[in-house]
């Protein structure tokens, strides 16, 4: 049914596809499953100038990264954001140690992988003739099948029933390709696009679809943070909420005593602003663990950390 539309696209991609994207320059299933699971809300220019090249590095094999201490992981991790990929990344590897398993089905067991990481760890490490369903394929099956909402059972469906089987790797990747670059969330070039003939939506307006949800205020959260110094040492605890599980940051208070104001800072997720008055104090406490500024920097921190400790260098 796709026949042409499906010849279209592998020639789109001979002429246009990335090709220089390093995961797609290996069969390793380690270092694609990494890059996958780097790219979920990250764009493809961060995750290559600063997280997938040192990441490798530090630990270039499954074992490498199974081995390694979580504050290691973590701190290789910083920055990126969604730490839970991470702290999941080192658990699967601990897990699986010296392979991933090669089909989806025992993939999307371990921890963090979904079926869209275990389809394209699958498509694109062991070449198994599979669709993947990542934000941008999500989008062109949107448009082209017409649809302003779907659920993902649905869209699973789609994306099986448009699906090119006698070239399933070059097809996903020219599916990322074009979602990344003709079939934006923002904008369209539909006259470039191999689905121009079979898309529903080109007939319409592409940026109906999907539909937009309303879009809502971005929450406010008002923080205390309070720094602990004792000999030149400040206090830090190990996060345990599932935020930021893991990281390393200064004592947080409802309402801190005895504390000097050293300044404010902004700190912006994804799903709310935080807004932190920060305090000085050399008052004794418990249950935290003393490094020296220096240290600290080697520790893995969240971004609004890094900022109070910019915060007291720089008052």
Known sequence: MYKKVHQNLQQWYQDNGRHELPWRQTDDAYKIWVSEVMLQQTQVKTVLERFYFPFLET??????LADAHEDDVLKMWEGLG???RCRNLHKTAQICHDKLPESVEELVKLPGIGQSTAHAVAAFAYHTPVPILDANVKRIL?????????KEKVLWEKAYAFFDKTDPYHYNQAMMDIGATLCQ???TDCTHCPFESVCKAAQDDPLLYPQKKAKKDTPKRVRH??????????????R???????LWGFVEY????????????????THFHLYATVYHTSKTIDNVSWFTPQQIKALP?????HKVLALLEHP
């Open 59 to 64: 630990f270039p094999t499954l074992k490498d």
């Open 301 to 305: 921190l969240s971004g609004a950390d």
């Open 185 to 187: 969330a923002k904008n």
């Open 142 to 150: 949107y448009r082209v099948f017409g649809l302003k909402e779907a």
């Open 240 to 246: 345990e909420t599932r935020l930021l599980h893991g």
């Open 254 to 269: 409802e309402q801190p005593q005895d504390a000097t104001v050293v300044g404010e800072i902004l700190h912006k997720y």
């Open 225 to 238: 943070l309070v720094v602990h110094e004792r000999d030149g040492k400040y206090a830090l605890r190990q």
């Open 82 to 84: 969604y730490y839970t």
